[in-house]
C-alpha cells in the first residue's frame, strides 16, 4: 500500500561524526518532506523540510536531500552532538495526508 | 503563546470505560490533528479538522470519536475502551493549506499517555 519507509530503525554515532536517515515513499503526487524530531516525553517538533522543487537544503549541520525520480529523501546531520540525541521521523504527503515514516532512534556518544 | 496543550499527561482505565482526551490550541490554526504513537511504528492519523464544525477520518478512526465546536478545541472521545487502544495520543494544528495545496508545519503537543488494563 501507499506508505513511508524510514531506515535504519536505530542509529549509533560518536560525537563529532555525520549521521544520515534514509526515507523512501510511494505516492509520486508528493510534494512536501519534512523531518521532525522527538525528544524523551516531549510531542515531535519539525527541524526541516522540503518541497518537491528543490533538491537540497541546508540549516547550519541539517540537510535534507531529494530524489523525486527515485521517491526517496535523506537527513544529513553533520558534527553530531549529544543533544541530537533523539528519535526522528521522516514524512510525506499520501494520499493527501501527512505520513509518517516508523521513526529512527539516533544516540550520540560523548 | 502555549501553542498546543493537550489534558490529562498520563491516565489508566479500565476496559469498557470512557474518557475524553482535551487539545486547545491558541495560535488560531484552522487544521488541527489526531495522532497515535505506538513503540516504532510512528504516528498513525486518527482523526482530523479543517475548521469549526468539519471533521474526518484518517488512517485509524475506530474505536475513536472527536468533534471540533470552535477553532481552539478539538476533543478526542473513547467510548468502550479497549487494550489495543493503549498508546500516547499527540494532538497538532497547522495553518490551513494555501490555495496552491502548500502544506505547512504542524505544532505538535506535548502527549498524552494512555493505559488500558
Known amino acids: 500500500g501507499e506508505n513511508v519507509e524510514q531506515h535504519p530503525s536505530t542509529l549509533s554515532v560518536q560525537e563529532g561524526d555525520s549521521a544520515v536517515i534514509k526515507c523512501t515513499y510511494s505516492?509520486?503526487?508528493?510534494?512536501?518532506f519534512p523531518w521532525y524530531k522527538q525528544e524523551l516525553g516531549k510531542g515531535p517538533q519539525l527541524i526541516i523540510d522540503?518541497?518537491?522543487?528543490?533538491g537540497e537544503k541546508k540549516d547550519q549541520r541539517i540537510a535534507v536531500t531529494l530524489n523525486k525520480t527515485a521517491k526517496h529523501f535523506s537527513l544529513h546531520i553533520t558534527e553530531t552532538q549529544p543533544e541530537d540525541s533523539a528519535v526522528y521521523f521522516c514524512?510525506?504527503?499520501?494520499?493527501?495526508?501527512?505520513?509518517f515514516g516508523q521513526g529512527t532512534i539516533l544516540t550520540v556518544h560523548p | 503563546n502555549a501553542g498546543v496543550t493537550q489534558t490529562p499527561k498520563f491516565r489508566i482505565l479500565k476496559i469498557g470505560q470512557s474518557m475524553t482526551l482535551q487539545c486547545t490550541q491558541d495560535?488560531?490554526?484552522?487544521?488541527m490533528y489526531w495522532y497515535r504513537q505506538d513503540p516504532g511504528m510512528g504516528l498513525k492519523l486518527i482523526y482530523y479538522?479543517?475548521?469549526?464544525?468539519?471533521?474526518d477520518k484518517g488512517e485509524v478512526p475506530n474505536g475513536y470519536n472527536v468533534s471540533r465546536s470552535t477553532t481552539e478545541d478539538f476533543p478526542l472521545r473513547l467510548e468502550l475502551a479497549a487494550p489495543s487502544q493503549t498508546s500516547v495520543y499527540f494532538c497538532?494544528?497547522?495553518?490551513?493549506?494555501?490555495?496552491?495545496?502548500?502544506?505547512?508545519?504542524?505544532?505538535f503537543g506535548p502527549g498524552t499517555r494512555l493505559t488500558v488494563l
Open positions: 497538532a494544528s497547522s495553518y490551513s493549506r494555501g490555495l496552491s495545496g502548500t502544506y505547512n508545519e504542524q505544532f
Open positions: 505516492d509520486s503526487a508528493s510534494n512536501y
Open positions: 522540503i518541497r518537491s522543487n528543490v
Open positions: 514524512a510525506a504527503i499520501v494520499g493527501g495526508k501527512l505520513t
Open positions: 495560535m488560531n490554526h484552522n487544521y
Open positions: 479538522s479543517v475548521g469549526a464544525g468539519i471533521t
